[in-house]
């Protein structure tokens, strides 16, 4: 365990912070108040509010003024509570911030497990002959026959009942109405997009930033009928190899580009939302199932920071393990927490 795994282990920690660490210890009565929260002392139990936790200098401290009478740092606080050795206070507080540790020597089963699941996954993902693509020139007269999201009243309607900004995403153009040409791979099971109400189009780029690919998002609310996915991919063109990108993302995969930071977001709904936020130098990527290669980590500039913020759960953590994997050596790789993520279905 290095120091830097501390360091990024506490800024970790930090960016969830004081309420939502708090909130992660398990803390029911929270009283926040600016970027501090006094709450009853975990390390000693206590039942009154008698113990301060703030993000000072950007650090998370605490500091417990009844029986304890001591203080200290987010990992100290942890190893606190759990009573446990500072290396198992690390590694629970790298998981709790979604940081993968450097330095860790896992135990030698785990590993083996750990890489065999990750072979296991690369070989499903990465595709082992050329992905089927649609016919390009067709591909562009869609996109092309596409009215802005703005424009379209669902579509508008859809992504306001995400938090999404229609005006912003058209002016991204990262995603789009259905209009009048619906060509016959837009269809599933025999009907129309259009007939199924898929009607946000979001478009899908290869790791030279050249437009690839689409997937229709059904604008329905709540659960859809059996057997109807949340989002179709064009019969006879999947994902595979292909990431939803904002402007500055696609100007860095045809290497216009070198954001110093990306961040990778999860799904549709996720992307759109994040890409919508208007963070600076920041190139936003969307995955799906089978998007993300090395073709494409090649495409992320040397030293970049790396935000992941695919979701805390099974796929979600190969998803960030696999990307971790494919730039460890040249980028910084963070694992965020999902709490300031909103629009999630
Ligand atoms: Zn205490």
Redesign the pocket.
């Known amino acids: 365990m290095g120091g830097d795994d501390v360091q990024r282990v506490k800024d970790g920690l930090a960016r969830m912070g004081a309420a939502g660490f708090a909130r992660a210890l398990g803390i029911r009565k929270i009283q926040a108040s600016g970027t501090s929260v006094r709450v009853p ?6 039942k009154d509010p ?2 301060d936790i703030a993000l000072k200098d950007g650090e998370l401290v605490y500091m ?7 203080g200290g740092d987010s990992l100290k606080l942890l190893q ?1 509570i759990r009573n446990c050795s500072f290396k198992d206070a690390l590694t629970e507080g790298a998981n709790m911030a979604g940081v993968m540790l450097e330095g860790a020597s896992p135990n030698p089963e785990k590993a083996r497990i750990a890489k065999a699941e990750r072979a296991h996954f690369i070989s499903q993902n990465i595709p082992t002959e050329p992905p089927k693509r649609l016919p390009v020139s067709e591909l562009e007269t869609f996109w092309e026959s596409c009215p802005r999201a703005c424009d379209s009243t669902s579509v508008s309607g859809w992504l306001v009942g995400r938090r999404i900004e229609p005006e912003v995403a058209s002016d991204l153009d990262i995603v789009r109405a259905l209009g009048d040409v619906v060509p016959s791979w837009a269809h599933f099971k025999g009907s129309s997009w259009e007939a199924l109400r898929y009607l946000a189009i979001i478009p899908l780029y290869d790791s030279a930033g050249e437009l690839r690919g689409v997937r229709g998002a059904s604008i329905a609310r709540g659960v859809l009928p059996d057997g109807m996915p949340k989002r179709l991919a064009p019969m006879g063109g999947g994902p595979k190899g292909l990431v939803m990108a904002c402007p500055t993302a696609r100007a860095m995969l045809g290497g216009n580009a070198r954001p110093g930071r990306i961040l990778i977001a999860e799904g549709e709904p996720d992307f759109l939302t994040w890409a919508t936020k208007g963070l600076d130098d920041v190139a936003t990527i969307g995955i799906v199932a089978g998007s993300w290669t090395p073709d494409i980590a090649a495409r992320l500039p040397d030293g970049a920071e790396v935000l992941i913020r695919t979701d805390p759960d099974g796929p979600g953590d190969k998803y960030a393990e696999y990307i971790y994997e494919t730039l460890a050596d040249r980028c910084a790789v963070l694992r965020e927490d999902q709490t300031e993520v909103t629009g999630k279905q």
């Not at 417990?64 to 001591?70: A, F, N, P, W």
């Open positions: 002392c975990p390390v000693h139990n206590g008698n113990c417990c003024h009844s029986t304890c009478g001591e606190g």
